[in-house]
């Protein structure tokens, strides 16, 4: 018997050669002769390297280990991988899986090959699984003749000979991992990113909102804002939407007809976080957007903990932030306090929706004014299709009504709305909302409060009943719930706290400084209540402010220039 040489050197060829002459002469055992065939000796050893020096045949051995064997016959079939798919083959009759493999289970199309994801991988491809595995076959047989006689092999052997560490190598080439198929993981996190772009159309994005959730109630919300704005300078399908944190789709009202979007979050569900961010910023990058803006996406700001830098050098990146909250014990969370110093200098911007919120941080950061530039207050707009209430007096023998909204949460402070009711017996308290329960510490109903419930949309409320709307919120940023109210002209009694003063100027509303006082916001509520035609003549000009300060047409100017670099008033060459 010749003896083969390889680029592994001479003393392994030579021990190759000696355990080729302990195997077993054909004809004496059909099983062994049908493995014999595709047997690959040297691909073997370099697995079992004592075998080299033993007198043990290597093909007796392999197959004395049946299902428990760690070492393959040859480069494209594994025993974990094969038994891992069909575990039926590890107690049939035959006394190796690999025998069951090359009788029945090869013909029958049975997978033995070792890499992972094949599947996944498949519907990336478009191919189904047996063809991704001829694929794979073909480049593993390949890259192992070129390693084992061909020059990439040659190359290895005189690089050991300056550092014989690299000699130690030799043995990883008997388990080749081709990429993305090296790991179970990576193959998911590819699927994962193709299943993305088939969501939208397999098309490039100019500009990505990354949101956490599309579940934010009925009305626009800062990223329907911005895709409305960005939309008069560019085609709506050239933006995407991708939920990173919750799955699901936006209301039909929400963004501008052609707007595509992404739930990016299903196909996170079984990956833990490291990969999981992994998958995000290759998804975010390989839209090659002109702008990706960060709405809230926890999921975004954990990634850029590692790949922020990455990120900038490659991407304009911009983050929407809102108020934080207050806990129980008195201490505040949010993703400004948590985030902002971790991020900001590998953003192009930070967005703000009030004042308030980007004075604080240049306080608490004490920002350069450098730094300040690159904060920027994007006012929400208001709808002017928002229809006015007309009043000028209440109806002859009606109580008076005064209308609440919100979560039954801490931060809505609903037992101060109970303790004004309570003062208020002669008036009418109508709360929409969950139920009251929910709200820890806000007391038993009073009697002149009635449940409304949710509602779905703002239209739902019955405003043209209402004397005045009150307004209780603990903390806030610039509530979209005060922005709406002040569109029909109803008088609004709210607390003075984060950006409320924004829209609750003392000209046309009613702001409370005392948040913890009932007895200030019942004394508002009494002034309004006693001369309602001078308080609707006074909220109608918090309605004519707010569309000369809050206009579409201002936000979607602002915008432009802020994310894409468009002076006010032009729009993009076509």
Known sequence: MAEETTNLGPLFDAGVTRSRRRMKAAGLDADYDLAHE???VAHFLMQVRPLLTGNRDPLAHFLGNGAEAKASPEINFDMAAYLARHPERATGRERSPYLAWLKHGRAAGEIADPALGIEQMAGVLGLD???VVAELQA???DLQERLRSGTLGDMVARAAEIEPLIGDIWPETARLRIPPFATDISAHQVAAIHSCHAQAGFRRARVLLVVSDPRW???RRVEGHLAHALARTMPADEIVVVYTDTGGHGPPSRFPPGVREVSLAPELAAFEDEFAERVLVELLRSFKADVIVNINSVLLYRAMSDYGKALAASERLFLVMFGNEQMPAGNWVGLPLRYFYRTFDAVAGVITDSHHLRDWLIDRHQLTADMQARLHVFSAPVDPSVRLVERSERPAGRRPQVFWAGRFDRQKRVDIAFQVARSMPEVDFRFWGEKVLNAPGAG???????????YAHFSEVPLADADAWLYTSGWDGVPSQLLEVAMTGVPIVGSLVGGTGEILVPECAWPVADLEDPQAYAAALREVL?????AFAKARHLRELMLSDRSEEHYADHALDVLLGVPSGEEEPS
């Open 217 to 219: 109630g009925g009305g």
């Open 530 to 534: 006693a001369d309602l035609p001078a």
């Open 38 to 40: 595709h047997f690959d």
């Open 444 to 454: 038993p109903k009073p009697d002149n409060v009635r449940l409304e419930g949710p």
């Open 139 to 141: 480049v593993r047989l």
């Open 129 to 131: 699984p047996a063809a």
